[in-house]
């Protein structure tokens, strides 16, 4: 099932709002097309997806767009059992990043995996990313930012965190950058 039409996406965020069974949520190749989703659509979407907070695991690779990353950290924010985002081929760059790092500092954040991987980061969203790992309040163990176009500065921050006694980072992937 692939959700197209504005109903479409109320349907499928009404029915995830109110299945607790649900843990894993992938959402790819959604935004792009001839049928990509309504600005309205996604945030009726996000709003219903902010009330189920059995989701442990979320995947929204190649969805794109402000409006998707400005809801999805409103879910963020709010689902405490998360310890698995993938957010691969998707133009995040420093707005969403900011906005990710924001959720990421919370205390309430138990994310343990998180893969941006071909995400539009370069280095002042590598800086914003580390600033909110390094607040003392980060879980993150595996940390992925292949494909990125991080460099010098990036890396710095990068090994900032690694120096840094209270992370608990084990697994770092940084490959295809220009550091």
């Known amino acids: 099932y692939c959700p197209r039409q504005t109903e479409d996406w109320q349907r499928l965020g009404e029915a995830i709002a109110t299945n607790t069974n649900v843990r894993r949520l992938d959402l790819i190749h959604l935004m792009y097309g001839p049928d990509v989703p309504s600005a309205n659509s996604i945030q009726v979407f996000c709003a219903n997806l902010n009330k189920n907070t059995s989701i442990r695991r ?5 969805c794109g767009g402000e409006m998707f990353t400005l809801h999805m950290s409103q879910f963020l924010e709010n689902n405490t059992s998360l310890t698995s985002l993938s957010a691969t081929n998707y133009c995040l760059g420093l707005e969403g990043t900011r906005l990710l790092s924001s ?15 071909s995400a539009g980061i370069g280095d002042e969203a590598c800086q914003e990313l580390v600033m909110a790992l390094r607040s003392g309040h980060s879980q ?13 500065a990036g890396c710095v921050a990068i090994a900032s965190l690694l120096r840094n006694p209270n992370s608990m980072l084990i697994r770092l992937y940084v490959d295809n950058n220009s550091i």
């Open 58 to 62: 979320l995947a929204f690779n190649l």
């Open 103 to 117: 959720a990421l500092a919370r205390k309430s954040s138990s994310l343990k995996y998180l893969d941006l991987s």
């Open 140 to 152: 993150l163990r595996s940390l992925e930012l292949n494909g990125n176009t991080i460099q010098n």
